[in-house]
């Protein structure tokens, strides 16, 4: 997980980013230091540069890529709504992601079965993501899609925040640089965004 949860990050990074600059934004300059220190950030935090017991499995790099990617898409289609569209994108986005996960699930297994004792896990997750995707929508249609899919993209450090904090889990010291090189990257692409 250490390498392949960094992977799809900066992947998902890229998407945005890229798709943003095609479309013609063109942030303050301190913003592009600030996505090349996030890009490493999300890498040091998710300790890819860490002693690995097992090696990462290609398919494994691969699937981490994919993912990216459809991050990245997601984040890119979102971004091209109308503010006048409300959260109807987000019902479109929901409409689309349960039968396509119900498919997977049954094509791989050939059958659904989910315990009733994880419905309510599962029904807060699903509220959080829809939660946080609204709250996509809302920074995107007040910002440019490079400098919000950068700040997305830090997901990653709320996750070792939250291991920290509740799993009490101890950081190695590239985790410790990465948690800082993160808040400067946050500091340069939010100064970029009111620039």
Request: glycine letters at 10%; proline letters at 5%.
């Amino acid at each position: 997980m250490t390498v392949v949860a960094p992977i799809s990050a900066i992947v998902g990074m890229c998407s945005p980013v890229v798709v943003g600059l095609i479309q013609g934004e063109r942030p303050a300059h301190i913003a592009y230091v600030g996505m090349a220190l996030a890009a490493v950030a999300v890498a040091l935090v998710g300790d890819a540069l860490g002693h690995h017991d097992l090696p990462t499995p290609l398919r494994a790099i691969i699937y981490a890529f994919i993912s990216g990617l459809g991050f990245g898409v997601i984040f890119v289609c979102l971004a091209q709504t109308s503010e006048d569209a409300g959260l109807w994108p987000l019902l479109g986005q929901r409409m689309v992601s349960v039968p396509t996960v119900a498919l997977v699930a049954f094509w791989g297994s050939g059958r659904i079965h989910v315990a009733r004792r994880v419905l309510p896990l599962a029904a807060l997750s699903g509220l959080l993501d829809t939660t946080a995707n609204g709250l996509y929508l809302l920074a995107i249609h007040g910002g440019l899609l490079s400098l919000v899919g950068v700040i997305t993209a830090l997901y990653p450090v709320s996750t070792v925040g939250l291991a920290v904090t509740l799993d009490k889990e101890k950081l190695h010291r590239s985790q410790i640089i990465g948690l800082v090189l993160a808040a400067i990257s946050l500091s340069m692409v939010g100064y970029a965004s009111n620039a």
